[in-house]
């Protein structure tokens, strides 16, 4: 039902933005792309052998549609808390193999790679758990409940690195451990085409910069909803707004570590609960002097905005969805003298989740090194965004979310 719903959704976005687009050719190549439809790809021999945990709503459009498209991987197993309901789901998306249980689909000898879409509050358990199976893993936001649990995961990439990395007893791609956490917004060339224009100096010294998530409305018994879950709008839509106030905010040598100070944090309250936020508004400034506004809601009604404004000292730079591009987006820079141009920046025509499997294929396959030339984040990007969503958390008055205990 979910899933009909998303997809309705996104085509009638594209159907609408593309009423205003001016590049309509490439509309129907972007919607099939979302849809995981078009010529198919064929596969290379050696695939890397992804396994879903869990039957989550979230897999067919971040991972099983994209892998159509990417020779190298592909999606071969699944497993649910219920088998019956991992047959299901397996048949309506073509996995071939469904096993009994989570523990089962970690220790799979014939697995290389898991994908790990399960409620917020599960990311670090079952990611620390493939770590030491040996696998690599492309985890969802927001990576963990808090900092400390993110803290764990880079201990434990060490510590299986020094014991053989990937080392499970089938693995076709051996070596140190991959892990990232599934920011896909940031592997598509408008990120990267927003990192240009910022270090190419066009912008000048960067003063100020908002950046927004907002999106219409999200049931109230959604997972998103729920403390034990580390649930809470920060978690979800925050975690974005946190990343690309981060990303554009940077100007740094090393600005995985750059953590800013929270000058002000309001959350908008899910009626009686004293500890889920529906919305937060956040004011942060980084040890450049770079003052953000955090904007986040899962409840904004006709407010969506999935935007990003900068202002520098030579010019300003604001990009209109930045988080599902391949839908429709736009990019425009002014300078001083208010000259202004707008770009679109759509590369293949893939959705975020494409480019982002493609850099995680390319990494695990030791093809890519420098993960920040993809925008990939590293480990310590993460945990520094976990730090972010905790401070946030921490100023609003609502406390980080729980560590897990397994
Ligand atoms: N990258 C992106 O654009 C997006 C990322 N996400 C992230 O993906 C994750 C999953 O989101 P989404 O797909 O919407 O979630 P779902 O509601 O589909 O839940 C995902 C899975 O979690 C398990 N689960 C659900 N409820 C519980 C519970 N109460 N206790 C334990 N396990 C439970 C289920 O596994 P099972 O099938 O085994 O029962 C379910 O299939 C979140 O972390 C979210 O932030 C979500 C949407 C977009
Ligand atoms: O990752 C996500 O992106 C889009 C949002 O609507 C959703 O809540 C979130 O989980």
């Known amino acids: 039902m979910r899933t009909v719903l998303i997809i309705t959704v996104s085509i009638s976005l594209i159907i609408v933005s593309s009423i205003y687009s001016t590049d309509y050719p490439n509309i129907i190549l972007r919607i ?11 596969k290379v021999e050696k695939t890397i052998r992804i396994g879903v945990l869990g039957a989550a709503n979230i897999a067919g459009l971040a991972l099983i549609w994209p892998s159509k498209y990417i020779p190298t991987v592909e999606i071969t197993t699944i497993a649910a808390r219920s088998k019956q309901r991992a047959q299901a789901y397996a048949e309506q998306k073509g996995i071939p193999r469904v096993l009994d249980n989570y523990d ?23 990611t620390i758990k493939a770590i030491k199976a040996g696998k690599h893993v492309l985890c969802e936001k927001p990576f963990t409940s808090n900092a400390e649990e993110a803290e764990s995961i880079a201990q434990a990439i060490k510590e299986q690195n020094t014991k053989g990395g990937a080392n499970s007893p089938n693995q076709r791609f051996p070596g140190d451990v991959v892990v990232i956490e599934a920011m896909h917004w940031r592997m598509h060339p408008l990120a990267l085409r927003i990192k240009e224009i910022i270090n ?9 910069t908002t950046t927004s998530m907002i999106v219409p409305y999200m049931p109230k018994d959604d997972i998103r909803f729920d403390f034990s879950l580390s649930g809470g709008a920060m978690m979800d839509v925050g975690a974005y707004a946190v990343s690309t106030s981060r990303w554009v905010s940077e100007q740094v040598d090393d600005p995985d570590y750059m953590e800013p100070e929270v000058l002000s944090a309001t959350a908008d309250m899910m009626p009686e609960s004293d500890n889920i936020d529906t919305g937060m508004q956040a004011v ?13 809601s899962l409840w904004g009604g006709l407010k969506i905005s999935p935007s990003i404004s900068i202002v520098g000292d030579k010019g ?42 493609d850099a995680f294929s390319k990494v695990v396959r030791g093809e890519i090194k420098d993960w920040k030339s993809v925008g990939m984040p590293t480990i310590q ?25 397994f």
């Open 32 to 42: 099939c792309n979302i849809l995981g439809y078009g010529r198919t790809i064929p």
């Open 104 to 126: 089962d689909l970690i220790n799979d000898p014939d697995i290389d790679a898991i994908y790990n879409p399960l409620p917020n509050s599960h990311h670090y358990e079952w």
């Open 200 to 208: 190419c100096g066009a912008l000048g010294r960067i003063l100020y």
């Open 284 to 296: 942060l400034k980084y040890p450049n002097g770079v003052i953000s506004n955090i904007k986040c």
């Open 316 to 357: 300003s730079l604001y990009v209109y969805n930045f988080v599902f591009p391949s839908a429709y987006h736009y990019l425009t820079v002014r300078d001083v003298n208010q000259t202004e141009y707008t770009e679109k920046v759509y590369g293949h025509g893939g959705p975020t989740f494409r480019y982002q499997l």
């Open 381 to 405: 990007d993460s945990i520094t965004n976990m730090k972010v969503i905790d401070m946030i958390y921490q100023k609003s008055g609502l406390g980080k979310r729980a560590r897990r205990k």
